[in-house]
């Protein structure tokens, strides 16, 4: 066994030598393929592959997110606390809110198997599924 | 010692190989007609499955984004003012942090749910219907517990919202007190 690999060290040693050239562009593929792994399997892993809406699919519905708006009011966290203070927070705050608080968000059935048609029962219309 | 490392990377290789194809157990069995329902409908399902993914995609980032700018745009710059002013915010920290560990859990669920549907909108679901219908099955239930936490981080926005309130109302006493 010993000297199988002894052999195999020195055919690749004359393989490299006679090669280097080649050696060096499979060497730079396999370590890009390598990081390239990584930064898939960090990107798929992180959450950052829901959130990306450059991927093919979501073509039809980009132009539906919602822009950060840069005029949005913020909320200095310095200054003094009043009952002024308070109230125009909370007046800010029931602004800011009021959207998310009345969206139903994911409450509609829509993946039950009456809705995609793949129950015993009459398949029902599948819904329209607009946010 | 060669013998010692084929036998390990053996057994390492059986342990990982083995463990990736585990299978959800079918809650119910299907039917044959049942079977035979789906194994039809399958690709017209998986059309509608691809048009949820991508809305939910949007949602997700849309809600995503607003809770985030909650978290940083107003409760954080105003538990900054109360403990710079000296003021007793514990409550509205303590609701923060359940918040940001309600919002981390959206994440983390929303990204098991949407990695369900994807499964499920490319399964070979003409060869293989019962395990379709298991993989759509179980999308439904994450999709229903990413629902679930939507509704918990609501419940937190309008506690903090309580927290802000009660505040009010304890500055409005003590300036009574005062006069």
């Known amino acids: ?131 | 010692m060669m013998k010692k490392i084929i036998i390990v990377m053996t057994v390492v290789a059986l342990i990982v190989g083995t463990g990736h194809h585990v299978r959800a157990e079918t809650r119910l069995p299907l039917s044959l007609d049942e079977l035979e329902t789906v194994r039809n409908n399958c690709v017209g399902a998986q059309s509608i499955l691809y048009r949820i993914h991508a809305n939910d995609g949007v949602l997700r980032v849309n809600l995503k984004r607003r809770y985030d700018s909650i978290a940083t745009k107003l409760m954080a710059p105003l538990n900054s003012r109360m403990t710079l002013n000296r003021l007793d915010a514990t409550k509205l920290v303590a609701t923060t942090a359940d918040y940001e560990r309600e919002l981390d859990n959206f994440r983390q669920l929303y990204q098991s749910y949407e990695e369900t549907i994807s499964q499920a909108i490319f399964f070979h679901c003409k060869s293989q219907p019962a395990d379709f219908y298991d993989i759509v099955t179980g999308a439904r239930d994450k999709r229903m517990a990413v629902d679930r936490s939507v509704k918990q981080l609501n419940s937190i926005i309008r506690q903090y919202a309580g927290a802000v309130k009660e505040l009010e109302d304890s500055l409005d006493k003590r300036l009574q007190e005062r006069s």
Do not use: H
């Not at chain 1, 829901?50 to 519905?61: E, H, I, M, N, T």
């Not at chain 1, 310095?78 to 705050?93: M, V």
């Not at chain 1, 009345?102 to 993946?111: H, P, T």
């Open chain 1, 1 to 131: 066994m010993k000297r199988f690999i002894t052999n195999c060290k020195q055919l690749l040693k004359r393989c490299v030598n006679r090669n280097r050239f080649m050696t060096l562009v499979i060497g730079v593929i396999t370590v890009s393929s390598i990081f390239v792994t990584v930064a898939m399997g960090l990107y798929a892993s992180s959450g950052a592959a829901q959130v990306d809406l450059s991927r093919p699919g979501f073509k039809a519905v980009r132009k539906d997110t919602a822009l950060p708006d840069s005029q949005e009011e913020t909320f200095s966290a310095t200054g003094g606390i009043d009952k002024l203070t308070l109230q125009e927070y909370q007046r800010l705050y029931a602004e800011r809110t009021k959207g998310i608080l009345e969206a139903d968000g994911f409450a509609k059935d829509v993946l039950s198997p009456e809705a995609l048609s793949i129950s015993r029962s009459e398949a029902m219309t599948a819904p329209d599924n607009a946010p």
